[in-house]
């Protein structure tokens, strides 16, 4: 049987000199501290780029747009810039407010001594899908839905191999409120490093907080690269599972029929 590779290019917007602005800068806490791995891009657009480790970021985008500059990332409050804050400054520091989070009150099932098992893999195609290009605003992933109300332990997801010196993953959690409204259930970043690596491995992701799937609820998990140290690629298997691509910044997405698949292990939970 032959073998194919699914290819999913993640953008790389090539932008002229001519008519553009270029601003670049920090994006911060209130305390000053670097913000690692947030998006800034203009509003809905689909250009955009990804401050680094210390929250350095460079940014190019046509000069003749006067949107909004949207700032954002899973612990902090979502901010926009206006055009005047940024149109006669190419040098900024961006502050985040910390977002507020109330805690839920879990209650573990009495029945729930093992953990439980969520595997959504769909139907293996002797294919891959191959994540190739710099880290950007682009995500993938599938669709879940819960028969219990589980309290995530682990995220594993399978990889073919990795080519990239290293890069790091990011992986975000929606909980979807019908066809066009989703919102992030995650408060604390899910990142993971993965080095090169020719072999199969799995990468057994963990939660910093209680993350609760609700019996019932359709999900979107989704994977993407925010760091990457060299040119490469990293490859995973491919199912027969719808999967949705996702602009991080704008939200603009699509539906595909084959993708990614991950396995959601947790406990049941009343």
Request: glycine share 6%.
């Given at each position: 049987?032959?073998?194919?590779?699914?290819?999913?290019?993640?953008?790389?917007?090539?932008?002229?000199?001519?008519?553009?602005?270029?601003?670049?800068?920090?994006?911060?806490?209130?305390?000053?501290?670097?913000?690692?791995?947030?998006?800034?891009?203009?509003?809905?657009?689909?250009?955009?780029?990804?401050?680094?480790?210390?929250?350095?970021?460079?940014?190019?985008?046509?000069?003749?747009?006067?949107?909004?500059?949207?700032?954002?990332?899973?612990?902090?409050?979502?901010?926009?810039?206006?055009?005047?804050?940024?149109?006669?400054?190419?040098?900024?520091?961006?502050?985040?407010?910390?977002?507020?989070?109330?805690?839920?009150?879990?209650?573990?099932?009495?029945?729930?001594?093992?953990?439980?098992?969520?595997?959504?893999?769909?139907?293996?195609?002797?294919?891959?899908?191959?994540?190739?290009?710099?880290?950007?605003n682009m995500e993938c992933g599938p669709y879940?839905?819960?028969?219990?109300?589980?309290?995530?332990?682990?995220?594993?997801?399978?990889?073919?191999?990795?080519?990239?010196?290293?890069?790091?993953?990011?992986?975000?959690?929606?909980?979807?409120?019908?066809?066009?409204?989703?919102?992030?259930?995650?408060?604390?970043?899910?990142?993971?490093?993965?080095?090169?690596?020719?072999?199969?491995?799995?990468?057994?992701?963990?939660?910093?907080?209680?993350?609760?799937?609700?019996?019932?609820?359709?999900?979107?998990?989704?994977?993407?690269?925010?760091?990457?140290?060299?040119?490469?690629?990293?490859?995973?298997?491919?199912?027969?599972?719808?999967?949705?691509?996702?602009?991080y910044t704008n939200g603009t997405k699509h539906?595909?029929?084959?993708?990614?698949?991950?396995?959601?292990?947790?406990?049941?939970?009343?």
């Amino acid at each position: 049987m032959k073998k194919y590779i699914f290819i999913l290019f993640l953008p790389c917007f090539c932008l002229l000199s001519y008519g553009q602005i270029t601003i670049e800068g920090q994006v911060v806490n209130k305390t000053g501290l670097p913000i690692a791995y947030a998006s800034i891009g203009l509003e809905n657009d689909s250009t955009g780029t990804i401050s680094d480790l210390n929250g350095n970021f460079k940014y190019t985008f046509n000069s003749n747009s006067n949107k909004f500059i949207k700032v954002t990332h899973v612990s902090y409050m979502t901010k926009l810039l206006p055009y005047s804050t940024y149109s006669d400054r190419h040098k900024l520091t961006i502050e985040l407010t910390d977002k507020n989070v109330a805690l839920p009150e879990l209650s573990i099932s009495a029945n729930a001594i093992k953990p439980k098992g969520r595997v959504n893999k769909g139907l293996r195609i002797p294919s891959d899908v191959k994540f190739s290009g710099e880290a950007n605003n682009m995500e993938c992933g599938p669709y879940i839905k819960s028969r219990k109300q589980i309290l995530i332990s682990d995220i594993i997801i399978k990889v073919k191999e990795c080519t990239y010196t290293e890069c790091t993953l990011s992986v975000n959690i929606y909980k979807m409120n019908g066809k066009n409204n989703m919102n992030n259930i995650l408060n604390k970043p899910l990142y993971y490093n993965v080095k090169r690596n020719t072999n199969k491995l799995d990468l057994n992701i963990r939660p910093h907080e209680d993350i609760i799937l609700e019996k019932g609820q359709k999900y979107y998990i989704s994977l993407r690269i925010v760091d990457e140290k060299s040119d490469g690629h990293i490859s995973f298997p491919l199912y027969m599972k719808h999967n949705l691509v996702r602009n991080y910044t704008n939200g603009t997405k699509h539906s595909i029929p084959v993708g990614l698949s991950f396995s959601v292990i947790g406990k049941e939970i009343q």
